[in-house]
């Protein structure tokens, strides 16, 4: 039983650091181009996902990478069709994914309301070592291509104009940003939950905002702030018996706010020495 019990606290040890390098990376992005919500809305069209695949009998995690990736591209068109209101797009896929999950599992009678509250609340500690293994070959991937791209995404993300200017194709880049980003959500939603992965991806990079400098200081210090929560996280969970989606998210707010705090402290003091 113990050997049991470690196996899966090993399991999911690993996931959470590596889903601790995934996050701020493109959290940052995210939050820098006011994309926010964008991560809620991928994990409420994957719900989508996950209903469609429980209806027509098929592997939800296959259903879900096809219905974000759509929902990616939608996604782009519609901010384009509303360029002055970008938001509309975000709320517009929001209500249509979560409507539509809602209706399929409101016809699909045959569902196991479990399998329906595994993705929407995730569970770290029952991984399995598939998923380890999807989510490191994933976590390879994005690192690879923030390293090939980290400077296009870049000009893109604080001046699109310019970006266009120097011959960048800014929709299709935008597009697979958003593609990977649904795809990392639907690869993360079975651990982390459909309800809260959206914290988890954002709260890191929030916090390395409040601390770092530079750009590349931030996603340092988001990844190891990543790390802290994710681990912390974990640990709090196992030992306290709460669920560790909630665990993790409510540390990363603690975090949070003491970083706040100790920032609004830091900037009054300096503010009194000038004076």
């Keep these: 039983m113990e050997m049991f019990l470690y196996g899966f606290m090993q399991r999911a040890l690993i996931a959470s650091l590596l889903m601790a390098v995934i ?32 209806f027509v009998n098929i592997n939800p995690t296959i259903t879900t990478l096809i219905v974000v ?5 939608l996604i782009e068109f519609l901010s ?13 896929m929001m209500s249509a994914g979560l409507s539509i999950a809602l209706v399929l599992m409101s016809l699909n009678q045959g569902a196991s309301s479990m399998s329906v509250q595994q993705y929407l609340f995730g569970s770290i500690v029952t991984i399995s070592t598939a998923q380890v293994i999807i989510l490191a070959i994933l976590t390879v991937l994005i690192v690879v ?8 995404m870049y000009v893109l993300t604080f001046d699109e104009e310019t970006a266009f200017a120097e011959g960048l194709p800014v929709r299709w880049m935008s597009i697979v940003f958003n593609a990977v980003t649904g795809v990392t959500i639907a690869i993360m939603m079975p651990i982390a939950g459909a309800l809260l992965v959206s914290a988890i991806m954002i709260l890191p990079a929030a916090i390395a ?5 530079s750009f590349n200081m931030v996603i340092l ?9 994710m681990v912390g996280g974990l640990m709090s969970s196992y030992q306290f018996n709460t669920p560790p989606g909630a665990t993790i998210t409510l540390l990363f707010i603690a975090i949070f706010i003491i ?5 609004v402290v830091s900037v009054r003091r300096q503010v009194n020495k000038q004076k």
């Design 23 to 54: 996050t701020p990376l493109l959290g940052l992005f995210l939050v820098l181009r006011r994309q926010s919500l964008l991560a809620d809305t991928l994990s409420h069209v994957s719900l989508a996902g996950v209903a469609l695949g429980l």
């Design 69 to 73: 990736l759509i929902a990616s591209v």
């Design 80 to 92: 384009n069709l509303y360029r002055t209101y970008s938001e509309v797009s975000i709320a517009i």
């Design 145 to 152: 291509l923030f390293l090939l791209f980290k400077k296009p």
């Design 209 to 213: 905002m409040r601390l770092g400098r």
């Design 221 to 229: 210090v988001g990844v190891v702030v990543g790390v802290i929560g």
């Design 259 to 263: 970083c706040s705090l100790i920032k």
